[in-house]
Every structure is written in C-alpha cells, then in structure tokens.
C-alpha cells in the first residue's frame, strides 16, 4: 500500500525512526523537519516554578506533552533539585493529556494517577471537572502555542492554577527549503504527508504565506491525503481547511499512524501490520 509512495516527513525529533519505519514499508520518505525544540531561553521562571514545586505547594499536576516533562527534568536536574522534583513528583496527583507524558514518567519510575477521557484541552476539562479542584493548587506543564483554556477552567472551579513552560519551538529548516515542500505539494510531487504536532502544520502554513502561495497551497492539500498522529494534530489540521485522511483511534504514535495510512490507501483493515 506504501510502495513507491512520496511521503512527506515534517517531524525533526524522531526524523530517522519514523522515515525508516515509513521505508520499511516501501515508502520513499520525503524529510524536511519543519521546527526544532528548545529550552526557553530565560530559565528563571521555570527554576521558580521547580523550587515552588520541590517544596511541595502543588496538590495536582498537568501534564500536557512528554517533551514538557522532558524539559522540566532537565531544568531540574542542572539545577540541582532533580531527587526533590521527583520525590515531589511521587506524591503529587499526575493528570496526563495523553500517553506522551505517562511514558516519560514511567521512564522515572512513577505513573499517571489521572488520564484525560480524550488526549485534548477539552478532554482535559471534562476529566478535571469530575474532581474536587476548589482551594487546591494546580500546575500546569504548558506548550508553545497552547490555549490558556485549561487555566480559566482551573480559576472557575475555585483553584489555584501555577502554570509553566519550559520549551519553546524554532525554525529548524531555512525558509527556502520549507517553500520547496510546499512547491512539491502544489506540483503533486509529494502525494501524502504526516503531520506530528500542530507546530509543523503552522510552519507550514506560515512560509506559504510568506513566499505568496498559501491559497494554492490549500487548494493542493484537498487532494494530497493527509495523515495526522493524533486529534490535537488532526484539529490544527482541519483548522487549516484540510481534510485529515488517517489517524490512530486510540494509540497515538508513529507505528499506529502509519498502520491507519495504510488502512485508508487499502480499505483493508489488516493492510499494515505492527512489525
């Protein structure tokens, strides 16, 4: 089903494992990583926040992403409260967005005490709001770009919201290169491309915007199929205006994503099994 298709690959953390997972099954992967993740580059904010955490002022801690998390430890770590952050960790209530986060805490021996009903903002909310949140302290591991919904939320059901962002995304390929993908998609050179994160669907948009090809951009996007890694990612697509071909319904990674491409090019059900 993916034999001798063009995909287009925007992810830049785990470039090498999904191109390769997408060429196992025939695929020529297209690779243009379209942002790189950085720490924020004023870490007094988030050295506060740590502090405030190691001493234990948290009952609850959101967490949406695992690079979030990733991030969060690091800081911790080069300043010196790493054992404290974690023994925190431990006793404090962990809500998770999705599986991303809980598998950076298992890596650290601890797991989620909370999962949202579906990995989104909204999923978020209908989960907090089966809790009792009123006077209690709430972190909130934040990522670039997100709705402050989650905070409003948190104030109207009477607690005490302490949110925090550790990374921040940067443009990781020059301008030129972007627009040359956005040619390839106009062209219908590149008939498929999986998005893993909202940052690339907006880089995306953005260089189009700037090199004057954003509407024939659109109009390509309605017919090359467009895969999505999950529903956050799926929702920045169709906020785009381009429909989403293929995700995973419920195991939002790299491998489901490309069993659910293949089951939308094939019809079949079992097209792509999980090597």
Same mark, same amino acid.
């Given at each position: 089903?993916?034999?001798?298709?063009?995909?287009?690959?925007?992810?830049?953390?785990?470039?090498?494992?999904?191109?390769? &997972?997408?060429? /196992?099954?025939?695929?020529?992967?297209?690779?243009?990583?379209?942002?790189?993740?950085?720490?924020?580059?004023?870490? !007094?904010?988030?050295?506060?926040?740590? $502090?405030?955490? !190691?001493?234990?002022?948290?009952?609850?801690?959101?967490?949406?992403?695992?690079?979030?998390?990733? %991030?969060?430890?690091?800081?911790?770590?080069?300043?010196?409260?790493?054992?404290?952050?974690?023994?925190?960790? %431990?006793? $404090?209530?962990?809500?998770?967005?999705?599986?991303?986060?809980?598998?950076?805490? %298992?890596?650290?021996?601890?797991?989620?005490?909370? $999962?949202?009903?579906?990995?989104?903002?909204?999923?978020?909310?209908? $989960?907090?709001?089966?809790?009792?949140?009123?006077?209690?302290?709430?972190?909130?591991? *934040?990522?670039?770009?997100?709705?402050?919904?989650?905070?409003?939320?948190?104030?109207? !059901?009477?607690?005490?919201?302490?949110?925090?962002?550790?990374?921040?995304?940067?443009?990781?390929?020059?301008?030129?290169?972007?627009?040359?993908?956005?040619?390839?998609?106009? =062209?219908?050179? &590149?008939?498929?491309?999986?998005? +893993? =994160?909202?940052?690339?669907?907006? %880089?995306?948009?953005?260089?189009?915007?700037?090199?004057? /090809?954003?509407?024939? *951009?659109?109009?390509?996007?309605?017919?090359?199929?467009?895969?999505?890694?999950?529903?956050? +990612?799926?929702?920045?697509?169709?906020?785009?205006?381009?429909?989403?071909? !293929?995700?995973?319904?419920?195991?939002?990674?790299?491998?489901?994503?490309?069993?659910?491409?293949?089951? /939308?090019?094939?019809?079949?059900?079992?097209?792509?099994? *999980?090597?």
């Amino acid at each position: 089903m993916l034999q001798g298709r063009r995909i287009a690959v925007p992810e830049s953390r785990e470039l090498d494992l999904f191109a390769s &997972i997408l060429e /196992r099954y025939g695929a020529a992967a297209v690779r243009c990583p379209l942002v790189s993740i950085h720490d924020v580059e004023d870490a !007094a904010p988030v050295q506060s926040w740590l $502090t405030r955490f !190691a001493e234990g002022q948290h009952d609850s801690l959101v967490l949406y992403t695992g690079e979030g998390l990733a %991030r969060l430890l690091g800081f911790a770590r080069r300043g010196g409260v790493e054992v404290d952050v974690i023994a925190s960790l %431990r006793r $404090t209530r962990k809500i998770v967005r999705g599986p991303k986060p809980a598998k950076v805490l %298992r890596s650290i021996g601890l797991s989620a005490d909370v $999962t949202a009903e579906q990995p989104t903002t909204a999923g978020l909310i209908k $989960t907090l709001s089966a809790l009792d949140l009123n006077g209690s302290c709430v972190g909130v591991l *934040l990522y670039p770009g997100g709705e402050d919904l989650l905070t409003g939320f948190l104030k109207v !059901a009477g607690a005490k919201p302490d949110p925090i962002l550790c990374y921040r995304y940067a443009s990781n390929e020059e301008d030129e290169r972007v627009a040359h993908l956005v040619d390839q998609l106009v =062209s219908a050179d &590149i008939e498929l491309i999986a998005f +893993t =994160s909202t940052a690339q669907v907006r %880089r995306l948009q953005e260089v189009a915007r700037q090199v004057g /090809r954003e509407s024939e *951009l659109d109009a390509a996007m309605q017919r090359v199929l467009i895969a999505a890694v999950g529903p956050v +990612t799926a929702q920045a697509v169709e906020e785009a205006g381009w429909p989403v071909a !293929a995700m995973p319904q419920d195991n939002f990674h790299l491998k489901p994503m490309v069993v659910a491409l293949g089951k /939308r090019l094939s019809g079949n059900a079992g097209a792509i099994p *999980l090597p």
